[in-house]
């Protein structure tokens, strides 16, 4: 399938690693402009140039903090000078969920993954809505739908919220905001902090694997690309019909119906 997202231009927040850059790589596949957006500048060039190599397209990597006004001015000011203009933008840069998030960390959590959302829309949206088409993902986590980790809940949960706001908002001008929420998934940062409560309680890695993977419909953990192909779908013209509803990219939590 064509996704057409050939010659559209995409930023990527947190696009360095995990989910972030398994999306970065899909929608260059696919024939777009990528813009990976990290916090470290050696580091979001670095695997600019590794994608770059890889696909042929064309992969810028920029600095950002999105926790900051000032920085995601400059970085839409960037990207626009070296891709031209944005169509796509998805939202990922936050801090991994360890299952725990001290609820001191909740300010600089919502600032984060929430307001620096909302601050990127800002940014890059007006443009999307002035020639008539755009799209926004907007990286959540299940957090949202279960307990355990306050913090969690609550910015996952205002993920949510923010992309129906503003896909009611936006949706008018063409520009469709949808909430994608990814249960465990198999990135780096998840191996390691699945290798430290392993360690922590005694068991095998596998052994703690095997158990999360036993509440999951598909019995395994989703893998990174599993994840990005999603999201290419979302950024795509072909998803028009989804807008404001939240999308579950987990692979099926086990017992509980959401209708």
Known sequence: MDLQLKGLRAVVTGGSRGIG???GRALAQEGAAVALVSRSASGAEE???ALRA???ADVIGVAADTGNDASVTDLAGTVRERLGGVDILVNNAAATNPGFISEDDLESEINVKVRGYLRCVRAFAPAMSERGWGR???IGGLAARQSGSVVGSIRNAAVTSLSKNLADE???SGVNVVAVHPGATRTETFTDILGRRAEAVGRSRAELEEQMAAT???GRIVEP???AAVVAFLASPLSVAVNGDPVIVGGGLKGPIFY
């Open 21 to 23: 850059f398994a999306v």
């Open 47 to 49: 695997r600019a140039a």
């Open 54 to 56: 890889e696909t042929g």
């Open 136 to 138: 926004v993902v907007n």
């Open 170 to 172: 936006l949706g008018p």
């Open 216 to 218: 999951v419909s598909i």
């Open 225 to 227: 690309h599993e994840v």
